[in-house]
Structure formats: C-alpha cells, structure tokens
C-alpha cells in the first residue's frame, strides 16, 4: 500500500512532467496581467486639512434668550452639537450639491460632466463605461455622485483635525472636487448656524411691532379719554387715567427691550461665520497613485503556478485523501 511519501513523490512527478505547460501558461498570465494593469491610468490625489467642526447650537439667539428670561420664559437648550464631517460629506445633500455645481473648466457645464467624462475616457481595458441618458436626469447627477463618493475619503485624526482627501485622473479636477467639498460645507454650516438666529430674529421683530401697536393703541385710548371727560370731575377721570399711564409706561419699557435685542440679533446674525478654518488647502503637491503592473503581474502568476499545478495533480491528491480517510 503506497505511504504519504509515496503520493508526494507522484505529485512532484506529475507536475515536473507537465512543468513547461504550466509555466506557458503562468507566463500568459503574467502579460495578461501586466498589459491590464498597465492600462490603468495614473490618478493624482490631494487633500485638505480642516480644523474640529463644533458649534454651540445657541449662537446667536442671546439677544432672544434675554429677552424671554427678562419676560420670565427662558428655558434650557443644549449646548454642543458636533458634526460628523465623514457623515456630511458622504450626505445626498452636500455630495449632490458638489456635482451639481457649475465648473470652473469651460467645457463642462456642471462639475457631473467633467466627473463622468473623465471616469469614461480613463476605465481600463475591458471595463464598460457608463452611458447615463438623459444628461440631466436624476441617475445622470447620482452616477456622478456615486464615482465622486468613491474617489473622495475623510479621515478624522486624534487631534480631531479632519482630513478629505480627493483623486481623479487630472490635478485640476482633483483640486476643483476638494474645493468644491468644502464650498457645500461651509454653505451648509452657515445655514446650519444662521437657521436659529434667523428665526429669532424674525420673532423678536414680531414682538417688537407688536408691542408698537399696542403702545400706539394705549396713547390714542389716553388721548380719546381725556378729551371725552374734560368736563368730569378729576376724581372719576385721574384713576383710569392713570391706570392707562401705568400701562404704557410698561409697554414703553418692554417695547426699548426689545428693539435693543432685534438691533443685538441682527449684529449677531450679520457676524456668523463658517464653523471650520481650513489649516491646509487643497493643491500641490499632489500624490500620484499608480497602479503597480510588474508587481500584481508577479502575484497572479505564482497564484495561477499553485493553481495549475493542483488541477494537473489533481487525481494523485484524491487517492492521497482517499487512502488517508481508509487508514483512519
């Protein structure tokens, strides 16, 4: 009955015996690999380098918040929301807005364009390109999307900087991508801060016209009642009118505080701000990505010499398990 020894020693045998066809065909599959990694082309890559993204969600309601603790209805609100960069740019909302925005290039009317005809015109042998009809549909901008997403990644350090980083095929579309990320960033971030202010502001306007009305109306009804009783006698009239006087002293009062705070809120709403400094700017140098032939061609053909080397062995490899699996 052949050994273990015996079945290796016919293995090693079968494969010396057909060593120059698998070494043809590993050698097909080294230029086979080599010619189609060698047709992908050289990306170049850039990346910028933002500080930590944290606002403080009552920016520029004070004036607002004042006011409703001076008219005792003040409440609590909270006081640090942190944005998730990765989250934001990986969003329907920003990443959609980057590839809808016009291009700086002249060809192209709107970032998808150049992002779609560039990805096209640079697939490697064998790869189908994307043929997205109509030009302006919603899956023409989403395919733009899509390959946008795949060439942009954003890493957030233990500094709590965040880095976005952008490839494609040329430097300017890759510095365009990048500026343009952060474009929609800083929209959206200045939306994000002005949202309340705004809304505060437009509260505090109406308290500010509504107290005017009221402080119209209490003069006219002091005016209209002392010309209705100047002929009563002083004690009837002095008590409502005084009461009316006490009244518009307190309308007057209210109505200073909050024209103060509409003139507060609109200072504050004037000076927000984005809520990110860019440390570094997209740009050069850029780094070139550059798919490594001879080296993947070397990988695929060791795994096509393993490979073929246990399909012409195959039938020794059976009878070994199957002699083992009877011994045991």
Not at 57 to 71: I, P
Not at 82 to 107: A, F, T
Not at 243 to 248: C, F, H, N, T, V
Request: aromatic share 10%; hydrophobic share 40%; net charge positive.
């Amino acid at each position: 009955m052949a050994t273990t020894l015996d079945y290796i020693q016919e293995i090693f045998l079968q494969i010396k015996r057909r060593l120059i066809i698998i070494i043809i065909l590993c050698g097909i599959v080294f230029v086979a690999s080599y010619l189609y990694n060698k047709s992908f082309k050289i990306k170049y890559e850039t990346y910028s380098k933002i500080f930590p993204l944290s606002i403080n969600s009552t920016s520029g309601s004070g004036s607002l918040e004042a006011l409703k603790a001076q008219f005792g209805m003040g409440e609590k609100s909270d006081l640090d929301k942190i944005y998730n960069v990765i989250e934001l740019v990986n969003s329907k909302n920003v990443s959609l807005k980057v590839v809808l925005q016009p291009s700086p290039n002249k060809k192209y009317k709107r970032l998808a364009d150049w992002i779609l005809e560039e990805y096209n015109a640079n697939l490697p042998m064998f790869e189908k390109k994307l043929n997205v009809t109509p030009k302006d549909s919603v899956d023409y901008y989403y395919a733009a999307r899509d390959i946008l997403l795949g060439q942009t990644s954003v890493n957030s350090e233990k500094t709590e900087f965040y880095t976005i980083t952008t490839s494609a095929y040329s430097k300017a579309l890759a510095q365009t991508l990048n500026e343009a990320i952060l474009t929609q960033l800083s929209s959206l971030y200045i939306s994000m801060t002005t949202e309340k202010p705004r809304s505060d502001l437009n509260k505090i306007r109406f308290m500010r016209d509504s107290l005017n009305d009221e402080l119209t109306a209490v003069e006219r009804r002091i005016a209209g009642y002392r010309d209705a009783n100047q002929l009563a006698s002083k004690v009837s009239v002095q008590v409502p009118q005084r009461q009316l006087e006490r009244s518009r002293a307190e309308i007057e009062e209210m109505y200073a505080n909050t024209a103060s705070a509409y003139q507060n809120a609109r200072f504050k709403l004037l000076s927000e701000s984005p809520i990110f400094q860019i440390l570094d700017k997209p740009g050069e140098p850029f780094n070139s990505i550059i798919q490594p032939a001879k080296k993947n061609a070397a990988i695929h053909s060791i795994l096509a010499f393993v490979l073929l080397s246990f399909i012409f062995s195959s039938g020794v490899w059976f009878k070994m398990i199957k002699a083992e699996m009877a011994r045991s």
